[in-house]
């Protein structure tokens, strides 16, 4: 009940969103389907006449089918940058399959004794395909389509991580957030789009056959017009935003930051984040969401806009464990507590550089770290039996090797094995592990501590000011009251959310802080 | 017997091989205007093959075909069907049009007005026993077998075609069925004046319907003849034993009540005992429940004088 309430709150606030992006989901399901159709039905009708194709075309659209969403999207965007295109032309693929097998397996069920009756009476071959194999295989080739509709229309959620909107920038979002209302918000409605698309093709396909060939035709038409809504004029400004889900959703996020800043005028889109800083590198986009030391940052160009109304709490990387394990080897404290205040904002900046820019692997830039800082220690020899420290980490560079520093101190140092779980996805997963004991230990930042894990009341945080050793002192307590886990040292850099531009384009427009950004676009 | 019109169809020197496979091979003939043609020949003999060569829904390997004097290679497929009636065994009715559009598709495809092709319709349906009130609206999977094959039937002469191709028509149906519609077939007016061809492997069936049966083995002509000159003359040994299992029935079939009472000139006023007659109606006759014209003949004398008869067209053959 109290979910229900929450989700028709959200709705009623964020109508205006939820209309734009169910009218963008609707588009790019349909102009990807449509799309679909025009290559699919030829193909499938190809295929019935010349059966010798058929293994080898339905083996690439079947091996297409099994690549990952995200990972296709991850090979389309080098060729096709970010926005709509790549996302339709990934659902436009994925709709292939079903329509091409359906169009093929159509005309061979059409009895052959009717066909051959057919050419015998007279009929050309046109007049035969026309008027007695598609309609005679038009049930199965609408089954095949409705298929692909129902897949399209929940691929196409992902289509909010290269910047094409839908639906799935509330899914997203709310996962990021561990908001299950928001997620609930945008599933919802895509779950209902799927069902209302299938219904549509059902009666569509319960129509007398002969009907059915003036649908289909009419259908042809829809499409492209449904796919147009996609083209329905968007905000525009002088500059344009591109943000994770995560930052759109966040309280100290973007709506932290249009409150402070006033950030009226700046239109965005939704993009996954591992795809930000590419498109304000490649210019899709003008400013973006980031961590202030994030080594992209240094390869790219981009400039840190100065967060001069202190709106993004402060990030300080702690690892935080659980108890039992320090309790269980007291010889950990002094080991893990080599790395305090080891590393700068520049130094973590530099080391993402490699990570992110350089391609070194995170272990290697680990090891490098500690002997220039002297604190490499060849790893002893393993011994059988001995206990294991389970190290997690979030799926970005930054935490593998925070991670891989840590285990390779644990192994120079004590004679316990290590595992590294790395690659656990967001914050939700790394603290529901740690909880869980699926792992002993990971590096967490103190504003997410706060104000993603713990939630507490805005007058709470307004108390904190945005100070960091009042911020650390506050989650460390609370984590201890609450969930019995232990925040330790800081490692030394502050790993903030930041807004960033490319310098060049920053300079021109004399834009240093974020107050600057505000007042460019106010004027 | 010199012909006074020029054949309908001629063929010449077909040949055809599916790969290494020869179907059909060194097969000519004639088939003359408004006569019926049966092709009759075991599984595989390249019948349906030569059948289909006729409306080149084959194309053969070597030969030519003419119909009217020119070869079929000079038109277009699909006119040349259009002039064509096409019956199969699988009846291939189309099964998302009612029974009045799948009658109409030839006069269509043809550009007939509307209303004849209607008037056509209404005709046909009536003539082959399927009401036009009942059945013009019907959907073939309503239908039994038998009235889908009338409806095939009223298809392939929608458009009053002169040549009409008919591929085991009723190898599909039961017996009882079978007979019923092969007696409506040879009793309707619209197949008298036309030219057809007919393919079946049923000896009874083509010796019921044909003028001419050609006689086909692995891919070649064993006999050409009236059904008559196959049964008593058989040209091969492998036409002579064709016939062993059904040969009685076949004589009873061929031999007329003109062959049996040829020398004593027995008068036959009667309608139902003409000199055309054969003795296997007789017998039906004979044997059924009394009839009001009284034969001019008793069981003994139909049956003495067939044997007689019988005798002659051996002695004939073997001289």
């Known amino acids: 009940m109290e979910t229900l309430s929450a989700l028709l709150t959200f709705w009623h606030e964020q109508a205006g969103k939820l209309g734009e992006q169910t009218l963008q989901h609707i588009g790019l399901t349909a102009g990807s389907l449509l799309l679909g159709v025009l290559l699919g039905v030829p193909l499938g009708l190809f295929l019935s006449r010349k059966p010798r194709w058929a293994p080898a075309v339905l083996g690439v659209a079947g091996v297409l089918q099994t690549v990952p969403s ?454 | 017997m010199p012909d006074p019109q020029p054949p309908v169809i001629r063929a010449s020197r077909l040949h055809k091989a599916f790969g290494a496979h020869a179907v059909v091979r060194d097969v000519s003939f004639e088939v003359a205007a408004g006569e019926t043609l049966v092709l009759l020949g075991p599984s595989g003999c390249g019948k349906t093959t030569l059948l289909k060569m006729l409306n080149r829904l084959i194309e053969p390997d070597g030969g030519t075909i003419e119909i009217n004097g020119e070869n079929v290679l000079t038109q277009r497929p699909e006119l040349l069907r259009r002039g064509m009636g096409y019956v199969i065994q699988q009846v291939g009715l189309l099964p998302h049009y009612t029974v009045a559009e799948n009658v109409a598709v030839v006069p269509r495809l043809l550009g007939h007005a509307p209303a004849a092709i209607a008037a056509r319709t209404t005709v046909l349906l009536t003539r082959l026993h399927l009401p036009p009130d009942r059945y013009a609206g019907q959907l073939p999977h309503q239908l039994s077998g038998g009235q889908q094959q009338r409806v095939g039937l009223a298809r392939a002469l929608a458009a009053d075609p002169p040549i009409v191709l008919l591929d085991e028509p009723f190898g599909a149906l039961d017996p009882i069925t079978r007979a019923s519609i092969r007696r409506e077939f040879r009793e309707l007016d619209e197949l008298r004046s036309k030219t057809v061809v007919l393919v079946t492997h049923d000896v009874t069936e083509a010796f019921e319907l044909a003028d001419r049966i050609m006689l086909l083995d692995a891919g070649q002509i064993q006999q050409l003849g009236t059904p008559r000159e196959l049964l008593f003359r058989p040209a091969s040994d492998f036409v002579h034993r064709f016939f062993a299992a059904e040969r009685l029935a076949l004589q009873l079939r061929t031999l007329t009540l003109g062959d049996v009472f040829r020398d004593n000139e027995t008068e036959f006023p009667k309608d139902s005992f003409r000199a055309e007659t054969t003795v296997h109606d007789a017998l039906e006759a004979l044997t059924g429940p009394a009839s009001a014209p009284a034969p001019p003949f008793t069981m003994a004398q139909l049956m003495a004088g067939f044997g007689a008869a019988l005798q002659r067209e051996e002695d004939a053959w073997k001289r």
């Open chain 1, 70 to 523: 995200i990972a296709l999207l991850g090979f389309l965007i080098p060729l096709m940058g970010i926005g709509p295109k790549p996302a339709i032309f990934a659902l436009f693929l994925y709709s292939l399959l079903p329509i091409i097998r359906n169009t093929l397996e159509g005309i061979r069920g059409v009895p052959p004794a009717v066909v051959e009756a057919a050419r015998g009476l007279g009929l050309t071959d046109g007049q035969v395909l026309r008027r007695v194999e598609l309609p005679l295989a038009l049930p199965v080739l609408m089954a095949g389509i409705r298929t692909a509709t129902v897949i399209n229309v929940g691929v196409a959620t992902l289509a909010a991580y290269v910047a094409a909107g839908g639906l799935g920038e509330f899914i997203f979002g709310g996962i990021a957030l561990n908001n299950p209302v928001m997620i609930l918000a945008g599933a919802l409605p895509a779950a209902g789009l799927a069902l209302a698309f299938d219904a549509l093709l059902g009666g569509v396909q319960k129509l007398s056959t002969r009907r059915l060939g003036q649908v289909g035709a009419a259908l042809l038409v829809a499409l492209p017009l449904l796919g147009g809504l996609y083209l329905l004029p968007r905000a525009t400004g002088r500059l344009l935003a591109g943000f994770s889900p995560e930052f759109v959703g966040r309280a100290d996020g973007l709506p932290g930051l249009t409150k402070s800043y006033g950030l009226t005028h700046l239109p965005s889109v939704v993009l996954a984040p591992a795809l930000v800083y590419e498109a304000a590198r490649n210019a899709n986009v003008d400013v973006i969401d980031g961590y202030s030391t994030d080594g992209r940052i240094r390869a790219y160009g981009l400039r840190v806009l100065r967060d001069d109304r202190r709106v993004f709490p402060p990030y300080y990387a702690v690892p935080v464990v659980r108890p039992a394990l320090l309790r269980e080897h007291p010889e950990l404290t002094a080991v893990l507590a080599k790395l305090d205040n080891q590393i700068s904002d520049s130094v973590m900046t530099d080391l993402n550089y490699r990570a992110d820019y350089l391609h070194q692997p995170p272990k290697a830039i680990a090891e490098a770290f500690l002997r220039r800082r002297g604190l490499w220690l060849a790893p002893r020899p393993a011994v059988a039996g001995a206990p294991v420290v389970k190290l997690g980490s979030k799926i970005f560079a930054e935490q593998y090797i925070l991670a891989e520093m840590y285990a390779a101190l644990i192994r120079g140092n004590t004679d316990l094995a290590v595992e590294t779980k790395t690659g656990l996805g967001g914050t939700t997963i790394c603290f529901e592990a740690l909880r869980d004991g699926a792992i002993d230990m990971y590096p967490e930042y103190t504003g997410t501590g706060l104000l993603v894990l713990l939630q507490p009341q805005p007058a709470v945080v307004d108390s904190l000011g945005g100070q960091p050793a009042a911020v650390l002192n506050y989650v460390r307590a609370e984590f201890r009251r609450r969930f019995g886990l232990e925040w330790l040292a800081p490692l030394g850099f502050n790993n903030t959310y930041a807004l960033l531009m490319r310098g060049q384009q920053a300079q021109q427009l004399g834009i240093v802080s974020v107050s600057d950004l505000g007042g460019y676009l106010r004027r």
